[in-house]
């Protein structure tokens, strides 16, 4: 650098941990696998219930995992999870609506439970006819969403998962993956949306409040480095100061000349 010229300040970099820590995107990351993994846990479980009495049936072929279960339910189930659960505070977030109702785990557990007696209801509660028991499954998605969620978004997309995924359902069916018995709604059961939609509902929840801890983590952690930094600075001024004052000044300089005189300074 040539003499006289000063180096720009511009913006300090941080480190590569506290960059990683502090990125949005590795926070989508932790929330996304946090999901993928609850989705695959409770595909395994629900989709043991409903093999177990039957409801619905795969090809032996097919048949490679201990629950005793399509090898790709679980992957399946899992990365619309993720989706799920990631879309859900995204979508409050763009509409201006925080979710604040019920913010708390404990509330987030018992509609999971909620959810699995929903599942476990279709699987095992025998009604006279298929349509009896998808109005008592439909008041009880309903109920889910209005004990739990109460938020238009939230009934929306519910709405939107239930369709979309019944559709997906039916196209699976008819190229002859699976199959249900006794099927009433086209190749599958008509209770299946109010599954599909209680299942978006509880996996919303689950997004929206790991991305509420996530958040409040995140800002815990860059308020604890900003006061880190801050004493770290002013402890380093400090230092400086005290070695500035132990500096001992240097007195005027007295030059002899070559008459020997003494020139003193004026």
């Not at 989508?28 to 993994?37: A, T």
């Not at 977030?93 to 925080?98: D, I, Q, S, T």
């Not at 999971?112 to 998808?134: E, R, T």
């Amino acid at each position: 650098m040539a003499e006289g010229e000063t180096e720009s300040p511009g913006p300090k970099k941080r480190g590569p941990y506290i960059s990683s820590v502090t990125s949005r995107s590795v926070n989508l990351m932790i929330r996304g696998v946090v999901l993928f993994f609850i989705g695959v846990f409770l595909a395994l479980v629900l989709n043991l219930l409903q093999i177990q009495r039957n409801v619905t049936l795969f090809p032996p072929d097919v048949i490679a995992s201990i629950f005793s279960s399509a090898w790709w339910v679980p992957p399946c189930c899992g990365t619309a999870s993720a989706v799920i659960g990631l879309l859900y505070p995204c979508i409050d977030r763009h509409l201006g609506e925080p979710h604040k109702f019920k913010r708390e785990w404990s509330s987030v557990m018992r509609c999971v439970a909620v959810f699995v007696g929903i599942n476990h209801a279709s699987a095992k509660v025998d009604f006279d006819n298929n349509i009896q028991l998808s109005l008592t499954l439909a008041a009880l998605s309903i109920g889910l969403w209005w004990t739990f969620d109460r938020s238009r978004s939230g009934f929306g997309l519910g709405v939107g998962i239930a369709f979309l995924a019944t559709v997906v359902t039916q196209l699976l069916v008819y190229n002859g993956v699976y199959q249900y018995t006794s099927p009433d709604f086209l190749y599958v059961r008509s209770w299946l949306p109010c599954i599909f939609f209680a299942g978006g509902i509880t996996m919303g929840n689950i997004g929206r409040q790991l991305a509420m801890i996530l958040k409040m983590q995140l800002t815990k952690f860059r308020i604890c480095l900003h006061s880190h930094k801050e004493s770290l600075e002013g402890q380093v001024l400090l230092q400086i100061g005290v070695r500035c004052r132990r500096i001992p000044q240097e007195g005027p300089v007295i030059q002899p000349e070559r008459s020997g005189h003494v020139s003193l300074p004026t």
